[in-house]
């Protein structure tokens, strides 16, 4: 059975880090592209970052680029989120997922995925 757990969600001070963990159950991320999203209050869920499953190669939205940092080990079978420099507008809930099938041009793009976490909350705040 395919399962994704999300966890180190919480509450940040604007410019400061977190790391998100995404732990994988019933099939290894090799198989996959793996990615993130979020969904804050009243919006659409949002691609965040994704690692592709045909070269390993790492793809992110605009809004994320040089301050976040996806990555994965594969011994533990897990996806991390490295965030840095977080603004208030990171706040959400962070989702990871799995597709067997993304596309590489619209990675961030939540029907190209076929498993979900439960998400874990990022809420950025002084």
């Known amino acids: 059975q395919v399962q994704l757990v999300e966890s180190g969600g919480g509450l940040v001070q604007p410019g400061g880090s977190l790391r998100l963990s995404c732990a994988a159950s019933g099939f290894t991320l090799d198989d996959y592209t793996i990615g993130w999203f979020r969904q804050a209050p009243g919006k659409e869920r949002e691609g965040v970052s994704s690692?592709?499953?045909?070269?390993?190669?790492?793809r992110y939205v605009d809004s994320v680029k040089g301050r976040f940092t996806i990555s994965r080990d594969n011994a533990k079978n897990t996806l991390y989120l490295q965030m840095s420099n977080v603004k208030p507008e990171d706040t959400a809930v962070y989702y990871c997922a799995a597709g067997r099938q993304t596309s590489y041009t619209y990675f961030d793009r939540p029907e190209e995925y076929d498993y979900w976490g439960q998400g874990t909350q990022v809420t950025v705040s002084s």
């Open positions: 690692i592709m499953r045909n070269d390993g190669s790492t």
